[in-house]
């Protein structure tokens, strides 16, 4: 079981926007940046937010991170069937001084 | 280009040991902490160990005392020593370059450990 907690799915129509959350504690998100990565299956995941809601160049806009207290939010706008993939957030613990990844949150395009 | 290689997976019994190598091209090495990242068939994304540009070693509970990270900076090389192999690290293997705390830019394409007798 994940520190980090993500919900299992979430399913959205094409066009429409989706939002992904990602909730820890004060030792982790609380007090460190928030990344977001995108999994599509049999690859490596690929780095979409870091910093809590920066993009990586190459990145669109139509992908977004925030981040409030100990939760982190990846949100996904025009949906599209290519954003058909896992999507995982991640940080540092300061206080067990290691990394975590969420759960994973597999998103539908239905 | 950002290139990360790994190799040295194979399918080994319980208990058994392997060193798993990551080769690294396109950057400064020496000048970037580093770290391995495990996903057992079907399931999610576990940092599993990270070494800093001083050396400084982190490892996650379950693998402490079984698993040693390190690095040849003369050799643009990462390793991670993985000994007392059991069933349930039965995972691919990534190495990812670090911009930042989890925040890896770059991965290789894993390389796959299968433990099992």
């Known amino acids: 079981q994940s520190v980090l907690t993500q919900p299992p799915s979430v399913s959205a129509a094409p066009g429409q926007k989706v939002t992904i959350s990602c909730s820890g504690s004060s030792s982790n998100i609380g007090n460190n940046y928030v990344t977001w990565y995108q999994q599509l299956p049999g690859t490596a995941p690929k780095l979409l937010i870091y910093d809590n809601d920066k993009r990586p160049s190459g990145i669109p806009d139509r992908f977004s991170g925030s981040k409030s207290g100990t939760s982190a939010t990846l949100g996904i706008s025009g949906l599209q069937a290519g954003d058909e993939a896992d999507y995982y957030c991640g940080t540092w613990d300061s206080s067990l001084l290691i990394g975590m990844f969420g759960g994973g949150t597999r998103l539908t395009v239905l | 280009e950002v290139q990360l290689l790994e190799s040295g997976g194979g399918s080994v019994q319980p208990g058994g040991s392997l060193r798993l190598s990551c080769v690294a091209s396109?950057?400064?090495?020496?000048?970037?902490?580093m770290n391995w990242v495990r996903q057992a068939p079907g399931k999610g994304l576990e940092w599993v160990a990270g070494?800093?540009?001083?050396?400084?070693?982190f490892y996650v509970d379950s693998v402490k005392g079984r698993f040693t990270i390190s690095r040849d900076n003369s050799k643009n090389t990462l390793y991670l020593e993985i000994n007392s192999l059991r069933a349930e690290d039965t995972a691919k293997f990534f190495c990812?370059?670090?911009?930042?705390?989890?925040?890896?830019?770059?991965w290789g394409q894993g390389t796959l450990v299968t433990v099992s007798s």
């Open positions: 990812a370059k670090d911009d930042g705390y989890i925040q890896f830019g770059n």
């Open positions: 070494i800093s540009v001083s050396g400084t070693t």
């Open positions: 396109g950057f400064m090495f020496s000048r970037h902490g």
